[in-house]
């Protein structure tokens, strides 16, 4: 069995790390570079920077801060917000992202998932996913959980899949903040229905959530936000304890 992953993830906006619930009343975190710096040393597997509103906004990511995180961290840093082109990719690998994160832009086209796929190799590519749960099931949202799309949530993961992505990052807008436990019915579903590792996100709260989509969602990394940025749960802490249940995990020595 492959280790399992705890990845922070920096939401910024304005330059800023921010944190809302279920994608509203967004709050500061902190600053970006400090606490990127201070995850990589509490022992983060990786680290994912999500520019919130570049999409929206109709610009790209902020290649100059970036470039400022990259260097005060010696872990693999995914970067995503904006990106809608080989181009966009290029910059952000050039400021030091090891791979990038794509949402929007591949529900717009998904043949750009194949384009940066075959340009870049599919270890560089994470297609991100908003999802809810709606009376019709569980659908795929997009720029920033704001629009709902066509695509039920597992038919578009197994799309992107064959389409060539590297990797999923889930997360369940319905649990995002919330602090109430990850979405395991969902992750499961995907984590069971597609061949490539899928990052579990929204709703840590405590650390038996983690063992939780680990062991019942078969969940390949988990990926929190507000937990560590407000010091809630260390991360050699949370380590230590899914050792102790028995789950591959790196532990911080």
């Given amino acids: 069995m492959l280790t399992k992953r705890i990845i922070p993830c920096l939401d910024i906006k304005n330059g800023r790390t921010v944190k809302g619930i279920r994608f509203e009343n967004i709050r500061d975190a902190g600053d970006p570079v400090a606490l990127a710096a201070e995850y990589a040393r509490q022992g ?75 340009r870049f190799g599919s270890q560089c590519i994470t297609v991100a996913i908003d999802t809810k749960l709606t009376t019709t099931g569980w659908k795929v949202f997009s720029r920033a959980g704001t629009l709902e799309t066509e695509h039920y949530t597992l038919n578009w993961a197994k799309q992107i899949t064959d389409l060539g992505a590297g990797e999923i990052l889930l997360t369940s807008m319905s649990h995002d903040g919330t602090k109430n436990g990850f979405a395991l019915d969902i992750t499961g579903d995907v984590s069971r229905g597609v061949s490539i590792p899928v990052i579990a996100s929204g709703g840590a709260g405590n650390m038996a959530h983690f063992a939780d989509v680990f062991n019942q969602a078969e969940a390949d990394a988990a990926l929190a936000a507000s937990i560590f940025h407000f010091g809630e749960i260390p991360i050699p802490s949370l380590k230590e304890y899914l050792a102790s249940q028995h789950l591959p995990i790196r532990l911080c020595y």
């Fill in 44 to 118: 983060a597997d990786e680290l994912v920077f999500l520019d919130i509103t570049a999409t929206n906004e109709e610009r790209k990511t902020f290649a100059q801060l970036v470039r400022a995180i990259a260097r005060h961290i010696d872990i693999p840093f995914t970067v995503g917000g904006g990106i809608g082109a080989i181009r966009d990719v290029e910059v952000l690998l050039r400021e030091g992202a090891d791979k990038v994160s794509i949402n929007s832009a591949a529900i717009k086209d998904p043949q750009l998932v194949y384009d940066l796929a075959k």
